[in-house]
C-alpha cells in the first residue's frame, strides 16, 4: 500500500501542477497548490512507514506552512481585486512588461 | 481488519481523490473546485488513516478540510465569485504545455518511486506501528515533535505569528 499511495501522491502532484499551468483564477491557482502540499503529504505519510514516524511529524510543519500560505495568499487576493475587480491573471499586468 | 477489505478500500479511496483532483482542475466554477477539493482532501485523510496515521488524519479534517477550506469559500463569498464567472481555462499552446509539464513531472516521480531498492519488499511500517502501540496515536506524533524537533516547532509558531500579521496587513485597506 505504501507503494500504491506514493503512485496516488504523483498523480495528484501531477494534477496540481497542470491545474496551475492551465488555469487563470487566481484561487484556483491556490486550491492546485494545496493539492500539490497534500499530495507531499502523503507522500511522507506513506515514507513515514519505510524510515519512521520523523515523516509524519514534518507533515505538522507542511501544514503549517500551507496554512500560513493560504492566509497571506488569500489576503493578497483580496488586495489584487481591491485593485482590478478581478481574480483573472489576464488583467495582473502591471508589472508584465 | 482482513488485507483485501483495505485495499479495498484503498482502491475507492484512491478513485475518489483523483476523480476529485480532475473535478477541480476541470470545473469552471470556483465553488464548484473548492467542494471537488474537500472530497480530496477527505479521501487523503481515510488514507491516512489506512497507513495507520490516525492523528494527522484527524489534523488533514480539521485543518485542512475544515479551516483552510472555510478560508477559501470565505474569501470566494466575499468577492462574489460563486456565479456570474468568466471561463479561465486557457487555450492552444497553454494546455499542452500543462500537459507535457504534469506529463514530465508525473514520469519524473514514477521513475524514482519504481526504481528498485527505494522500497522494501515487505509491507513495512513496523516502526510507526510500534510507536503508536506504545505511546498512543497522539504520542507517536508528540514525544518526537516536542523532543528532537522543538526548535523547528518554536519556529513554526513565529511564522505563524508572521503570516497573521501578513495577512491582516495586506487585506487592510489603508496602512
Given at each position: 500500500m505504501v507503494y500504491w499511495s506514493l503512485w496516488l501522491a504523483a498523480v495528484l502532484f501531477a494534477l496540481g501542477v497542470l491545474g496551475v499551468v492551465?488555469?487563470?483564477?487566481v484561487i484556483i491557482l491556490f486550491m492546485c497548490i494545496e493539492l500539490m502540499l497534500n499530495a507531499a503529504n502523503l507522500a511522507f505519510v506513506a515514507l513515514s512507514r519505510v524510515v519512521g514516524i520523523e515523516g509524519q511529524v514534518f507533515v505538522f510543519f507542511v501544514m503549517t506552512v500551507a496554512a500560513a500560505e493560504a492566509a497571506v495568499g488569500l489576503a493578497i487576493v483580496i488586495s489584487l481585486f481591491r485593485h482590478t475587480e478581478s481574480v483573472d491573471t489576464a488583467n495582473f499586468n502591471l508589472l508584465r512588461w | 481488519m482482513n488485507p483485501s477489505v483495505v485495499s479495498f478500500i484503498f482502491v475507492v479511496l484512491a478513485v475518489v481523490a483523483v476523480l476529485g483532483g480532475i473535478g477541480m482542475v476541470a470545473s469552471r466554477s470556483p465553488m464548484a473546485s473548492l467542494l471537488f477539493l474537500v472530497t480530496t482532501l477527505f479521501s487523503i485523510a481515510g488514507i491516512f488513516l489506512l497507513l495507520n496515521a490516525q492523528f494527522i488524519a484527524a489534523v488533514q479534517v480539521i485543518v485542512y478540510a475544515g479551516a483552510i477550506m472555510v478560508l477559501f469559500l470565505f474569501v470566494i463569498m466575499l468577492l462574489n465569485l460563486g456565479h456570474d464567472y468568466r471561463p479561465d481555462v486557457r487555450r492552444g499552446a497553454w494546455i499542452v504545455l500543462g500537459f507535457l509539464g504534469a506529463g514530465v513531472i508525473g514520469a519524473v516521480l514514477a521513475r524514482?518511486?519504481?526504481q528498485p531498492g527505494l522500497l522494501p519488499?515487505?509491507?513495512?511500517?513496523?516502526l510507526v506501528d510500534a510507536s503508536v502501540r506504545d505511546l498512543g496515536a497522539v504520542g507517536a506524533v508528540a514525544y518526537p515533535l516536542y523532543r528532537d524537533f522543538a526548535v523547528p516547532f518554536e519556529i513554526t509558531s513565529v511564522l505563524l505569528l508572521v503570516?497573521?500579521?501578513g495577512a491582516v496587513l495586506?487585506?487592510?485597506r489603508r496602512v
Open positions: 492551465i488555469r487563470r483564477n | 524514482t518511486i519504481t519488499q515487505q509491507g513495512g511500517g513496523a503570516a497573521a500579521i495586506l487585506a487592510k
